[in-house]
């Protein structure tokens, strides 16, 4: 039997639609409208490095058997870096792509692919549809980058950000046997210490004495505030992690009998919570300070 498909008061047959036969403009502004998927659908990446918040927004064209690089995205002509409109790039404090600086702001990530080299292209034109109204008068700033061959095939365009580490990230772009990677730095510690030291002054309650101390520590701050603070943290509540830290810091700071001692109690509570993991570092810490 024949399916008929209703839309308001008109019935048209499944036939009729796939023919087209009965699609009079009356017809069609009483059907539903139909959403179909994109050819090359669109993306958004967020990501936190350190305290700066990144975006990129972006359309991911597919390989579909074509050739791409000197191809279907010709050499040495700036492209939109992915399909529909340009690529957008987002930063919540000042980057370094490579090396250059970038302030904090909206950019479109525009690029020249090249056979043995690209050109990274960041401008202002964050809104614009493709390359056809780039303006190079509006870059914030230009480099080169040599493309690595890769041994895989990347089917679908991608912009990723990998190998991430608190004040930097690699951000790879990546479609059919190519890759482009660029270096990305956030400049953090600095602005975090100042941060730290402004709300260690304070009379704010409920101060980060832990978080502060273990961030002065890993990233040579002043180690007699770290010091001070750890011991603050622990006299609201003695924990085997803090202890640990306690004694890693007064080794750094050469008070061997100290961080001996912290060592010791740190291991004991850790084995007390069965805590493997604090129990391991903390019988090694030991071990290396008798």
């Not at 959403?35 to 305290?51: C, M, V």
């Amino acid at each position: 039997m024949e399916k008929k498909m209703s839309f308001k008061k008109t019935s048209i047959t499944a036939a009729a639609l796939a023919s087209g036969a009965l699609l009079t403009p009356g017809a069609l502004a009483e059907t539903a409208k139909l959403e179909f998927p994109a050819a090359s659908p669109s993306a958004k990446l967020k990501q936190r490095i350190g305290i700066t918040d990144i975006e990129i927004e972006y359309s991911r064209p597919s390989a579909k058997g074509r050739e791409i690089f000197g191809d279907l995205v010709p050499y040495d002509k700036v492209w939109r870096t992915g399909a529909n409109a340009a690529t957008k790039l987002v930063f919540s404090t000042p980057v370094k792509l490579n090396g250059n600086e970038i302030p904090a702001g909206t950019y479109a990530l525009m690029t020249i692919p090249g056979k043995d080299e690209w050109t990274i292209i960041i401008n202002k034109g964050s809104e614009q549809w493709g390359a056809y109204k780039y303006d190079e008068k509006s870059d914030v700033i230009r480099f080169k980058v040599k493309p690595v061959k890769l041994a895989r095939t990347v089917e679908t365009f991608t912009i990723d950000l990998q190998q991430i580490r608190d004040d930097s990230a690699n951000l790879d772009i990546s479609w059919d046997k190519t890759e482009v990677p660029i270096q990305l730095q956030v400049d953090y510690i600095a602005k975090l210490s100042k941060q730290i030291a402004e709300v260690m002054a304070s009379d704010a309650k409920d101060k980060p004495y832990f978080q502060s101390a273990l961030f002065y520590y890993n990233h040579d701050g002043n180690l007699e505030d770290a010091r001070k603070w750890i011991d603050a943290a622990l006299a609201e509540k003695e924990t085997f992690y803090m202890l640990y830290w306690k004694a890693a810091i007064l080794n750094k700071l050469g008070d061997k009998p100290g961080a001996l001692a912290a060592a010791q109690r740190s291991n004991e509570l850790a084995i007390k919570a069965n805590d493997n993991s604090y129990t391991q570092m903390s019988a090694q810490l030991i071990s290396k300070l008798k």
